[in-house]
């Protein structure tokens, strides 16, 4: 049954190439206890952390009931990769429904499949009713400036590796960040901001 009285919970990680922002999703993915799903189309989370693609209906299936989604969208819609995520966004938020534990929904550079003036019917309801069913959306991005409103605007962690392009620490900043510190910071260090409460941490991966 849908709660709406849960927390809200979403994040957006932002860096540069190599700065270590999908290191750092893919941890959070290993260490939180969840059912994880992640639009790999480019393939990176299964080859890094070692686990098997699903790339049809059946391994979608066979695949929730490990807790660990890693969808290749290229058997069932190849040279579509927008209709391909369209598609991750509405059967993760179906099964989100079903899966009663904590979800997160992991997509990189979803700016690919959007502007900053418009957005897949099928993410705005993953990112605007996922909160009720305790799904917790997480995306990665070197280009946060690229993102719709409405992903960065409820985002309640924001997590900033290093940024070079103005652009990007421009949207940072107006997100609540301090553009110096996260211009400044080495490859591998992040600063995690709580747009909540206010608070901030300062981390690496490597």
Same mark, same amino acid.
């Given at each position: 049954?849908?709660?709406? &009285?849960?927390?809200?919970? *979403?994040? =957006?990680? #932002?860096?540069m190439?190599?700065?270590? @922002?999908? &290191?750092?999703?893919?941890?959070?993915? $290993?260490?939180?206890?969840?059912?994880?799903?992640?639009?790999?189309?480019?393939?990176?989370?299964?080859?890094?952390?070692?686990?098997?693609?699903? /790339?049809?209906?059946?391994?979608?299936?066979?695949a929730?009931?490990?807790?660990?989604?890693?969808?290749?969208?290229h058997?069932?819609?190849?040279?579509?990769?927008?209709?391909?995520?369209?598609?991750? #966004?509405?059967?993760?938020?179906?099964k *989100?429904?079903?899966?009663?534990?904590? @979800? $997160?929904?992991? /997509?990189?550079?979803?700016?690919?499949?959007?502007?900053?003036?418009?957005?897949?019917?099928?993410?705005?309801? %993953?990112?605007?009713?996922?909160?009720?069913?305790?799904?917790?959306?997480?995306?990665?991005?070197? =280009?946060?400036?690229?993102?719709?409103?409405?992903?960065?605007?409820?985002?309640?962690?924001?997590? #900033?590796?290093?940024?070079?392009?103005?652009?990007? %620490?421009? @949207?940072?900043?107006?997100?609540?960040?301090?553009?110096? /510190? $996260?211009?400044?910071?080495?490859?591998?260090?992040? $600063? /995690?901001?709580?747009?909540?409460?206010?608070? #901030? %941490?300062?981390?690496?991966?490597?």
């Open positions: 049954m849908s709660d709406y &009285t849960l927390p809200p919970r *979403s994040t =957006v990680i #932002c860096g190439t190599g700065s270590g @922002k999908t &290191t750092f999703a893919l941890r959070a993915l $290993i260490n939180i206890p969840c059912a994880r799903f992640v639009f790999d189309d480019m393939g990176q989370a299964s080859a890094r952390l070692y686990r098997p693609h699903a /790339a049809t209906s059946h391994e979608l299936e066979a929730l009931a490990t807790n660990w989604v890693l969808y290749n969208p058997r069932m819609f190849p040279g579509q990769v927008e209709k391909a995520f369209d598609f991750f #966004c509405d059967w993760s938020f179906q *989100s429904v079903l899966v009663p534990t904590h @979800k $997160i929904i992991l /997509a990189d550079e979803v700016w690919r499949f959007m502007s900053p003036h418009q957005i897949p019917p099928a993410l705005a309801r %993953l990112a605007q009713m996922g909160r009720a069913e305790n799904a917790h959306l997480m995306i990665s991005t070197q =280009v946060p400036h690229k993102i719709h409103a409405s992903i960065t605007g409820q985002a309640t962690e924001l997590v #900033c590796f290093r940024l070079q392009e103005p652009l990007a %620490l421009d @949207k940072v900043e107006e997100l609540g960040a301090d553009r110096a /510190a $996260i211009a400044a910071l080495p490859l591998g260090q992040f $600063i /995690a901001y709580n747009r909540l409460s206010g608070q #901030c %941490l300062i981390g690496r991966v490597f």
